[in-house]
């Protein structure tokens, strides 16, 4: 029997020497009905390993996760140069899950990338962070793999484990905002990811919030990630100690006076440890973080929203003064019934479990051409039996 590694590689090393991806054109399929059936599908997928992708603008990590989103095994690799060539990326995640396959029953890939995928979950429109335009990168890769491949938003994956796995269990209306370099979002309604008519619903980071107020890397002012986020919080530290604020001593002692090596994740153990101006710095986040979950409120009425990303690992730090913001901008407050916030419980792997687990629901073409190459092997072994058998006979 063929291993995995020998149906993809040939494959693979064909694709690149024909220069084409018609192959993966010819395999993929068009995703569009997926998202109907995930509510359903997700019971009975075949409880097989897939692996899932977490691609970001510095390292693409994988993992092979099981039925229960348990991580088997996880590698990652360095993105070389922020890829100016999308191939670099490509190139990476292929001999990722060929070395997982080398010690797994890799049955589907799933991938969860930082930018607007499209309602078809082939192609990547825009990538903040590598050089991804109109990229076909479901196509490109199910030409190189022998196995089904799922693109997704990593927001919309992460949120998908979430509520399979982590904070949004047994939720019916979840809605989650990943907190990092900037902020990212997804919807779920009855088990079914929201994705909008274009693909690219969730982008609540740039909701504006203040007209006419901090410029945004989008082209617009005032969106809600230059006011809650971790660039927000990095960039009031800096400011105020530039401005050789008393409030900032503490943490210009910290980085000796190199004001440029202030962190997010600094800033955080800072007021862990007590420091004033860190604990307001991320009050301030968490209000404003509480301002558009309100907002959000408004206009979708979730049950829950789940906080992750990076700052949310401040904690009660953040989302206590999130809670208390909330409840004073909640369109209704005291008439109605309040979304639970709950703090992300997968943390970084998030992504990459959402999307293998997404990724099972596709599992099922790779196990039926399994099934189909068993079956004719079984027959050929018959059939040359038989051969033998009657040319011994005849003699």
């Known amino acids: 029997m063929s291993t995995y590694r020998d149906l993809a590689l040939p ?23 997926v998202g109907t059936r995930e509510r359903r599908s997700h019971l009975t997928a075949p ?17 092979v996760v099981d039925a229960d989103g348990n991580i088997l095994e996880k590698v990652r690799a360095e993105t070389p140069d922020k890829s100016k060539s999308p191939k670099v990326v490509e190139d990476t995640i292929l001999e990722l899950v060929l070395d997982l396959s080398d010690r797994h029953d890799v049955h589907a890939v799933g991938i969860g990338a930082a930018g ?9 429109l825009f990538a903040p962070h590598l050089s991804w335009r109109n990229e076909p990168l479901r196509d490109r890769l199910a030409g190189r793999l022998a196995v089904p491949v799922l693109v997704d ?33 997804a919807i779920l309604e009855d088990g079914q990811v929201k ?8 982008e609540f980071g740039h909701m504006q919030v203040v007209p006419g107020g901090h410029r945004c890397p989008c082209g617009n002012r005032g969106c809600w990630e230059q006011y809650s986020s971790g660039n927000a919080l990095v960039r009031e530290a800096r400011e105020l100690a530039a401005a050789d604020s008393p409030v900032a001593y503490g943490i210009i002692e910290h980085v000796k006076g190199s004001i440029g090596d202030i962190t997010g994740p600094m800033i955080t153990e800072l007021a862990r440890e ?3 101006m860190c604990i307001e710095l991320l009050q301030d986040i968490g209000q404003w973080l509480g301002v558009g979950i309100a907002n959000l409120a408004a206009a979708l009425d979730p049950s829950c929203f789940v906080i992750g990303g990076g700052v949310s690992a401040a904690d009660d730090l953040l989302i206590g003064p999130a809670r208390d913001a909330f409840r004073r901008h909640l369109t209704g407050r005291g008439y109605r019934p309040e979304a639970r916030i709950a703090r992300a419980q997968l943390g970084p792997e998030a992504g990459m479990v959402g999307a293998a687990d997404l990724a099972r629901l596709v599992a099922r073409r790779f196990r039926r051409a399994k099934r189909r190459r068993v079956e004719r092997y079984e027959r050929y072994e018959r059939y040359t039996e038989s051969r033998r058998s009657t040319g011994q006979e005849s003699m």
Do not use: Q, Y
């Open 11 to 33: 494959r693979a090393l064909g694709s690149v020497r024909a220069g084409s991806t018609s192959m993966g054109s010819a395999r993929a399929t068009v995703l569009r009905t």
């Open 274 to 276: 007590g420091d004033a």
């Open 47 to 63: 409880r097989v390993p897939t692996v899932g992708i977490d691609i970001g603008g510095t390292k693409v990590m994988a993992g």
């Open 116 to 124: 607007w995928v499209d309602a078809d979950r082939n192609r990547i």
């Open 195 to 202: 994705r909008g008519k274009f693909g690219v619903a969730g």
């Open 153 to 185: 938003n990593d927001a919309n994956a992460a949120a998908w484990a979430e509520w399979r796995f982590g904070a949004g269990r047994g939720e019916d209306h979840l809605v989650m905002i990943t907190l990092g370099t900037g902020i990212g979002g």
